[in-house]
Nanobody, 112 residues
């Protein structure tokens, strides 16, 4: 069993930045690859970013590469998503994910 709790969502203007965090508990965090997904209204959930257990390898969706970064702190059991140069089309509920576990999601709204 893994519990994932996201935080950090909110309303931001286009071009702005937000940082999402996900706190994990229930398993040895340093053994887990962690990911972020998002789901916009009326659309399917899509992959955003992933980080391997040591933090040495990161992967991004084409739509966010160069604007988003993913990092982790294995001493704090957290994974973060730094989102810069946000666009209206980044508006979605963002979910933390590992194995077959999901967090409850945090809303990100990009609007002027």
């Amino acid at each position: 069993q893994v519990r994932l709790v996201e935080s950090g969502g909110g309303l931001v203007q286009p071009g702005g930045s937000l940082r999402l965090s996900c706190a994990a508990s229930g398993r040895t965090f340093s053994n887990l690859s962690m990911g972020w997904f998002r789901q916009a209204p009326g659309k399917e959930r899509e992959f955003v970013a992933r980080i391997n257990p040591s933090g040495s390898i990161t992967t991004f969706a084409d739509s966010v590469r160069g604007r988003f970064t993913i990092s982790r702190d294995n001493s704090e059991n957290t994974v973060s998503l730094q989102m810069n140069s946000l666009k209206v089309e980044d508006t979605a509920v963002y979910y933390c994910h590992t194995l077959n576990y999901w967090g409850q999601g945090t809303q990100v709204t990009v609007s002027s």
